[in-house]
Structure formats: structure tokens, C-alpha cells
T-cell receptor, first 112, second 110 residues
Framework: DVKVTQSSRYLVKRTGEKVFLECVQD?????MFWYRQDPGLGLRLIYF???????EKGDIPEGYSVSREKKERFSLILESASTNQTSMYLC???????????FGQGTRLTVV | RKEVEQDPGPFNVPEGATVAFNCTYS??????FFWYRQDCRKEPKLLMS???SGNEDGRFTAQLNRASQYISLLIRDSKLSDSATYLC???????????FGAGTRLFVKA
């Protein structure tokens, strides 16, 4: 079974803090993604990576950055957390374009 | 206008009922289509891919209408365990862009 693991299920951070969300997959997938999910808005793509050290902006990259130094790990960074970044963050990976995406269990981040 | 639109529901149906969801997409260049299921407080998981010829998996049938730019999911003989949010997903050829709909909530009651 493919496993995508996110480092935390729940996080509470203060406004202005730098926040790191980690995601690891164990199936040697090329593509990895970060989404946020908010009620009524569905999943919105923040960033994705199609290979090590490669990254592309998604639909809502502002206030975020990413890092992919190793194939299995894709990190999402909130440079200076703000309350409007309170959300559920979901990491996903897939082997290729038409393939099934496998999700991590999600990180519910609250910024206070 | 959203690129992928779904009726948010909720759909409340009795056990044994047949229920259908539609999803419309705006970009005619869309090439791959999927339905995902998301249980409360869980991550989304693939339910089924949607092929041009339509496909069936047990009680679930998915269809694609390219001319009208919509996909559908039909659930027959609903079970309590079918209660979930169903996400419509559209991908574009040659790129990474995979768009999720906001989901349709289904409640199946005894």
C-alpha cells in the first residue's frame, strides 16, 4: 500500500511564526502536491513538484513556499503565518499524470 | 465561474435508494476525470476513474459527456456506508493541473 505521511495531524501556531509542514511518501512517486481544503471551496492547489528540486506554483501560492530536496519528501513552508491560513492542509503524491493521487491524513492548522 | 462545479447537497436518501450526482467542468481541454470519496475528517480516496465509454464498479456507475462537459456518478442500492462527500476531479493533458470540485455530501439513512 502507498503511504503518504504528514508530520502532524493538528497544529496551533501564532501569527507571524514560520511554520513547516512535512510530507513523506514511500512509493517513489515523481509528483507531489500540497492542497488546502476549506468549507465550500474544495481542495485548492498551493504548490506541486514533479521531481526533486522542481516546483511549480498552483492556484494559491501567496504566503507559501515549498522544498523538495529528496524525492520522498515535500515540505510546505508558511513564511509568516496569518489567521487566513487557518485550514486543513493535504499532501498528495502520484506516479504520473493520469494516475491515482494518494493523500496524507491531513494537517489541521490553526493560526491564532 | 469555478472550473469544476458540483451541487454541494446534502443529498439525504434512504437505504436502497438510487442517487445521482453531476459535475460540470469549464475547460474543454480536460482529459482525465475521476470521482474521489472523502469521509468525515479523513483524506480523499479514489473511488473510480471516469472513461469516455463510461465505467461501472459494482453499485457505482460513472459517465462522461464531453459535448456537454459534465461527468456523473450513479449509486444504486445505497448503503449507510456510502455516506460521505464525493469529489469530482478533472485533470488537463500535458500539465500538472488537477482541479477538485468542492464536493457533494451524501447522507444515507436507515
Amino acid at each position: 500500500d502507498v503511504k503518504v505521511t504528514q508530520s502532524s495531524r493538528y497544529l496551533v501556531k501564532r501569527t507571524g511564526e514560520k511554520v513547516f509542514l512535512e510530507c513523506v511518501q514511500d512509493m517513489d512517486h515523481e509528483n507531489m502536491f500540497w492542497y488546502r481544503q476549506d468549507p465550500g471551496l474544495g481542495l485548492r492547489l498551493i504548490y506541486f513538484s514533479y521531481d526533486v528540486k522542481m516546483k511549480e506554483k498552483g492556484d494559491i501560492p501567496e504566503g507559501y513556499s515549498v522544498s523538495r530536496e529528496k524525492k520522498e519528501r515535500f515540505s510546505l513552508i508558511l513564511e509568516s503565518a496569518s489567521t487566513n491560513q487557518t485550514s486543513m492542509y493535504l499532501c498528495a503524491s502520484r506516479v504520473g499524470f493520469n494516475a491515482e493521487a494518494f493523500f496524507g491524513q491531513g494537517t489541521r492548522l490553526t493560526v491564532v | 465561474r469555478k472550473e469544476v462545479e458540483q451541487d454541494p447537497g446534502p443529498f439525504n436518501v434512504p437505504e436502497g435508494a438510487t442517487v445521482a450526482f453531476n459535475c460540470t467542468y469549464s475547460n474543454s481541454a480536460s482529459q482525465s476525470f475521476f470521482w474521489y470519496r472523502q469521509d468525515c475528517r479523513k483524506e480523499p480516496k479514489l473511488l473510480m476513474s471516469v472513461y469516455s465509454s463510461g465505467n461501472e464498479d459494482g453499485r457505482f456507475t460513472a459517465q462522461l459527456n464531453r459535448a456537454s462537459q459534465y461527468i456523473s456518478l450513479l449509486i444504486r442500492d445505497s448503503k449507510l456506508s456510502d455516506s460521505a462527500t464525493y469529489l469530482c476531479v478533472v485533470s488537463y493533458t500535458g500539465g500538472f493541473k488537477t482541479i477538485f470540485g468542492a464536493g457533494t455530501r451524501l447522507f444515507v439513512k436507515a
